[in-house]
């Protein structure tokens, strides 16, 4: 019922595009090639129109019955720098276009998004962009985005709650919240999806994942406080097919299994395409101090989507794309019994099916284009969060995201310099029913958020300035929040690019967060209240970077240092108010004090040999209190003057080597740096904890080895966390504290595994 009308504009355009489409055959032909070999899988674009494919595995590619006129082609892909040609189309002709196309080893070309809402390359772009790409999940062996955002400058994913296993990546320091993560620039992560959203978005669903550090609530609203994360997902550009299925074991009563599929099938005048995905992950409970109690949860989960595209013309571009996730978590003790048969358990089984539509419209004189939009996506969740056998902890809860937007950006000559202008406007509208009968906990909650953004970016040879601003009516909220940004980049030659960022983000109150977890010594569960006069989190972020570039071909290189200052207003924090009367804890969230966030993130990039690749980024940190936080209301219990659960330093390094053709070695590791951890103990007498360092390291190695058909198979293997560096003191025991986890989130895993594709 929901998306009855988004199905309805969806056909009307399919029936519409019968008739609009003229055939002027007109035709591209051509190879890409690069030191004199072949390459697939390199996108075609006749820019200032949606027209456009991909290489196939023999480096080749077609465009037929393009529009007559002058137009430019270019060819873009992952490790090569872009190059464009003019080419003009008469109607029956055929002309062959061929490109050679350098190698860009350190991935500076690439093209994103998140910087400004407009497809721009990585180098060119006003802010910091840094870009996963699926090398990296497969490097680093990750079955969903939570395992893949740990190699990023500046992020940390971390686990939680040893009951749930909730995932949050911090940006700069700040926790999870702070953090907007969108699907394809739209914000689809409520406060009930954002909690295990990590781990249900499968790594086949990714065509790559933006991380954009600092405020963004300029361009997309509210919670971009510390960054965005923008997961773009697959589009099909070409015919392809993709298997992979592995194994993995904590230990040998800990067993994980994991199958990922996707495919793509593009109509021979590539005006329409289809991919679909698929995925399939189990994993055995692990306990890791044998006290009958989870460290790691049981979990199960599906996933299943497609995206498909319509090009009506050269000039309007429908999208759709569909995706349904099934998760099944818990945690505890006793997973062969009902969960209120168990001393404790945390169980969720999540149903989620998402709806996106999107229609582009280019102008004939190629200057602009309109971009109007329509996403939603329903959760449905039923979850125990019960001690002590408890009957009555089951509960139901059910959550509706709809957002609708409309973009218009257009290229123009205004004021000083050449420009792009880019507006628009978005309605946000969240719906949750959240009922425990068993807690007294019931909460009907909307959220309706109506924001409008306008920006301008100048562009010279070497300077560009962007100015934007946005303004948001949300309805818990008195008054209207406006968010401005500006930004400034300059060029010295191509070797040194300087940047100046200054933006604010916001961070509204809300009736609902996802905060219930059977937390405390003694079983209690947590709720969480409001306090009466609660306003939302302001942030107000500067700073400023260096990136310095060496272009030879013996050893391209890249280093950039990025140094930030975040000061927050009015933050959100957690007291304890006493108990319900069924002895649950109430935990009130009020405006504490403010506080300040500040370090430098390096990063650096290096092609020692054609077939080695070496990366790493690090970030030193200091973030403070205004005044002290008061966490426990416990005798003894010390003041927070930091933000907990916030390491001081951390990094990370990949290594990949190819020493001959079908090999391929992947090192990979994080370290995680000490932090102030909040411990309630049995006695009474809770206090924080110093936790001690981590490093974290793995290996993989690839071998292709078999060729058939058209089919490569490809056979793997290799060791996460080699070293098990992992928590040492785990609370134990059905009174537990299961919050007092930090450190990696999985010990020393053994895995292996085969995939088999064909095409580019």
Same mark, same amino acid.
């Given at each position: 019922?929901?998306?009855?009308?988004? *199905?309805? *504009?969806?056909?009307?355009?399919?029936?519409?595009?019968? /008739?609009?489409? +003229?055939?002027?055959?007109?035709?591209?032909?051509?190879?890409?090639?690069?030191?004199?070999?072949?390459?697939?899988?390199?996108?075609?674009?006749?820019?200032?129109?949606?027209?456009?494919?991909?290489?196939?595995?023999?480096?080749?590619?077609?465009?037929?019955?393009?529009?007559?006129?002058?137009?430019?082609?270019?060819?873009?892909?992952?490790?090569?720098?872009? #190059?464009?040609?003019?080419?003009?189309?008469?109607?029956?002709?055929?002309?062959?276009?061929?490109?050679?196309?350098?190698?860009?080893?350190?991935?500076?070309?690439?093209?994103?998004?998140?910087?400004?809402?407009?497809?721009?390359?990585?180098?060119?772009?006003?802010?910091?962009?840094?870009?996963?790409?699926?090398?990296?999940?497969?490097?680093?062996?990750?079955?969903?985005?939570?395992?893949?955002?740990?190699?990023?400058?500046?992020?940390?994913?971390?686990?939680?709650?040893?009951?749930?296993?909730?995932?949050?990546?911090?940006?700069? !320091?700040?926790?999870?919240?702070?953090?907007?993560?969108?699907?394809?620039?739209?914000?689809?992560?409520?406060?009930?999806?954002?909690?295990?959203?990590?781990?249900?978005?499968?790594?086949?669903?990714?065509?790559?994942? #933006?991380?954009?550090?600092?405020?963004?609530?300029?361009?997309?609203?509210?919670?971009?406080?510390?960054?965005?994360?923008?997961?773009?997902?697959?589009?099909?550009?070409?015919?392809?097919?993709?298997?992979?299925?592995?194994?993995?074991?904590?230990?040998?009563?800990?067993?994980?299994?994991?199958?990922?599929?996707?495919?793509?099938?593009?109509?021979?005048?590539?005006?329409?395409?289809?991919?679909?995905?698929?995925?399939?992950?189990?994993?055995?409970?692990?306990?890791?101090?044998?006290?009958?109690?989870?460290?790691?949860?049981?979990?199960?989960?599906? &996933?299943?989507?497609?995206?498909?595209?319509?090009?009506?013309?050269?000039?309007?571009?429908?999208?759709?794309?569909?995706?349904?996730?099934?998760?099944?978590?818990?945690?505890?003790?006793?997973?062969?019994?009902?969960?209120?048969?168990?001393?404790?358990? #945390?169980?969720?089984?999540?149903?989620?099916?998402?709806?996106?539509?999107?229609?582009?419209?280019?102008?004939?004189?190629?200057?602009?284009?309109?971009?109007?939009?329509?996403?939603?996506?329903?959760?449905?969740?039923?979850?125990?969060?019960?001690?002590?056998?408890?009957?009555?902890?089951?509960?139901?809860?059910?959550?509706?995201?709809?957002?609708?937007?409309?973009?218009?950006?257009?290229?123009?000559?205004?004021?000083? +310099?050449?420009?792009?202008?880019?507006?628009?406007?978005?309605?946000?509208?969240?719906?949750?029913?959240?009922?425990?009968?068993?807690?007294?906990?019931?909460?009907?909650?909307?959220?309706?958020?109506?924001?409008?953004?306008?920006?301008? #970016?100048?562009?010279?040879?070497?300077?560009?300035?962007?100015?934007?601003?946005? +303004?948001?009516?949300?309805?818990?909220?008195?008054?209207?929040?406006?968010?401005?940004?500006?930004?400034?980049?300059?060029?010295?030659?191509?070797?040194?690019?300087?940047?100046?960022?200054?933006?604010?983000?916001?961070? &509204?109150?809300?009736?609902?967060?996802?905060?219930?977890?059977?937390?405390?010594?003694?079983?209690?569960?947590?709720?969480?209240?409001?306090?009466?006069?609660?306003?939302?989190?302001?942030?107000?972020?500067?700073?400023?970077?260096?990136?310095?570039?060496?272009?030879?071909?013996?050893?391209?290189?890249?280093?950039?240092?990025?140094?930030?200052?975040?000061?927050?207003?009015?933050?959100?924090?957690?007291?304890?108010?006493?108990?319900?009367?069924?002895?649950?804890?109430?935990?009130?969230?009020?405006?504490?004090?403010?506080?300040?966030?500040?370090?430098?993130?390096?990063?650096?990039?290096?092609?020692?040999?054609?077939?080695?690749?070496?990366?790493?980024?690090?970030?030193?940190?200091?973030?403070?209190?205004?005044?002290?936080?008061?966490?426990?209301?416990?005798?003894?219990?010390?003041?927070?003057?930091?933000?907990?659960?916030?390491?001081?330093?951390?990094?990370?390094?990949?290594? /990949?080597?190819?020493?001959?053709?079908?090999?391929?070695?992947?090192?990979?590791?994080?370290?995680?740096?000490?932090?102030?951890?909040?411990?309630?103990?049995?006695?009474?007498?809770?206090?924080?904890?110093?936790?001690?360092?981590?490093?974290?390291?793995?290996?993989?190695?690839?071998?292709?080895?078999?060729?058939?058909?058209?089919? /490569?198979?490809?056979?793997?293997?290799?060791?996460?966390?080699?070293?098990?560096?992992?928590?040492?003191?785990?609370?134990?025991?059905?009174?537990?504290?299961?919050?007092?986890?930090?450190?990696?989130?999985?010990?020393?895993? *053994?895995?292996?595994?085969?995939?088999?594709?064909? !095409?580019?």
């Amino acid at each position: 019922m929901r998306y009855r009308y988004q *199905i309805i *504009i969806l056909f009307l355009s399919l029936l519409i595009s019968k /008739t609009i489409h +003229a055939q002027s055959d007109a035709n591209i032909t051509g190879h890409v090639i690069s030191n004199g070999v072949h390459i697939p899988g390199i996108t075609i674009i006749l820019k200032g129109t949606l027209l456009g494919t991909a290489t196939d595995h023999t480096g080749h590619y077609q465009l037929r019955n393009l529009p007559e006129g002058e137009y430019t082609l270019r060819a873009q892909g992952i490790g090569f720098i872009s #190059e464009e040609k003019s080419v003009s189309l008469n109607k029956g002709k055929t002309i062959e276009v061929n490109f050679e196309l350098a190698p860009d080893q350190i991935q500076l070309d690439q093209v994103v998004v998140s910087a400004n809402r407009n497809e721009t390359s990585r180098r060119d772009a006003p802010i910091i962009v840094n870009v996963l790409t699926p090398k990296l999940f497969e490097n680093t062996q990750s079955s969903s985005l939570a395992g893949g955002l740990n190699f990023q400058t500046g992020l940390r994913v971390e686990s939680s709650c040893q009951n749930c296993g909730f995932p949050q990546v911090r940006i700069n !320091g700040l926790e999870g919240p702070y953090s907007q993560i969108l699907i394809d620039s739209r914000p689809m992560f409520s406060a009930l999806n954002g909690v295990y959203g990590l781990e249900h978005i499968p790594a086949s669903m990714i065509e790559r994942v #933006e991380v954009v550090r600092g405020g963004g609530s300029a361009i997309y609203g509210s919670n971009a406080v510390a960054g965005t994360i923008n997961i773009i997902t697959r589009e099909p550009l070409t015919n392809s097919f993709l298997m992979d299925y592995s194994i993995q074991g904590y230990s040998k009563n800990s067993i994980g299994h994991n199958f990922n599929m996707n495919s793509s099938q593009v109509s021979d005048d590539n005006q329409s395409g289809l991919v679909t995905y698929a995925m399939f992950r189990k994993q055995d409970p692990w306990d890791a101090n044998n006290d009958g109690f989870s460290e790691i949860g049981k979990n199960q989960a599906g &996933a299943f989507g497609l995206r498909s595209f319509l090009n009506i013309g050269s000039n309007n571009k429908l999208t759709l794309e569909l995706h349904y996730i099934n998760e099944e978590r818990r945690g505890g003790d006793n997973f062969t019994l009902q969960p209120h048969e168990s001393n404790i358990c #945390e169980m969720a089984r999540h149903n989620i099916t998402g709806l996106a539509l999107s229609w582009k419209h280019f102008s004939k004189d190629n200057k602009g284009y309109f971009n109007l939009y329509s996403s939603t996506q329903y959760t449905d969740r039923n979850s125990y969060y019960g001690a002590e056998k408890n009957p009555d902890a089951y509960g139901r809860t059910s959550d509706f995201i709809l957002v609708n937007g409309l973009q218009y950006t257009r290229n123009h000559n205004l004021l000083f +310099a050449p420009g792009t202008l880019t507006v628009g406007a978005e309605h946000n509208f969240n719906e949750l029913k959240d009922a425990m009968p068993g807690y007294n906990r019931s909460i009907d909650q909307e959220v309706n958020i109506i924001g409008a953004f306008a920006q301008n #970016e100048w562009k010279t040879e070497h300077m560009t300035i962007l100015a934007g601003v946005r +303004a948001d009516k949300h309805n818990l909220l008195d008054n209207i929040v406006i968010s401005p940004r500006l930004t400034f980049k300059y060029d010295f030659d191509n070797i040194l690019q300087t940047r100046m960022s200054f933006g604010t983000g916001y961070r &509204a109150p809300q009736a609902y967060d996802e905060d219930l977890h059977i937390a405390a010594v003694g079983g209690e569960v947590h709720l969480i209240s409001l306090a009466d006069d609660l306003g939302p989190e302001r942030s107000y972020t500067i700073s400023f970077s260096g990136d310095l570039y060496n272009n030879s071909k013996e050893m391209p290189a890249n280093l950039l240092a990025e140094v930030f200052y975040t000061h927050l207003s009015d933050v959100f924090i957690l007291e304890e108010k006493g108990l319900t009367p069924q002895g649950n804890v109430i935990l009130e969230r009020r405006n504490g004090p403010g506080a300040t966030v500040k370090g430098i993130n390096l990063e650096g990039k290096l092609i020692p040999a054609k077939a080695i690749s070496l990366q790493a980024g690090f970030t030193f940190q200091k973030n403070n209190y205004e005044e002290p936080v008061y966490w426990s209301d416990k005798e003894g219990a010390e003041p927070a003057t930091k933000m907990m659960r916030s390491p001081e330093t951390y990094g990370y390094f990949t290594f /990949t080597a190819s020493p001959v053709k079908s090999l391929n070695l992947a090192l990979t590791g994080t370290y995680t740096g000490t932090m102030d951890v909040p411990h309630y103990l049995a006695d009474g007498h809770d206090r924080l904890e110093k936790t001690p360092n981590f490093f974290d390291a793995g290996f993989k190695v690839s071998i292709n080895a078999v060729k058939f058909a058209g089919l /490569t198979a490809e056979f793997y293997g290799g060791v996460k966390n080699v070293f098990n560096s992992i928590q040492s003191d785990f609370d134990s025991g059905v009174y537990r504290d299961s919050k007092y986890i930090y450190g990696p989130r999985e010990p020393r895993t *053994i895995f292996f595994g085969v995939k088999i594709n064909r !095409g580019s």
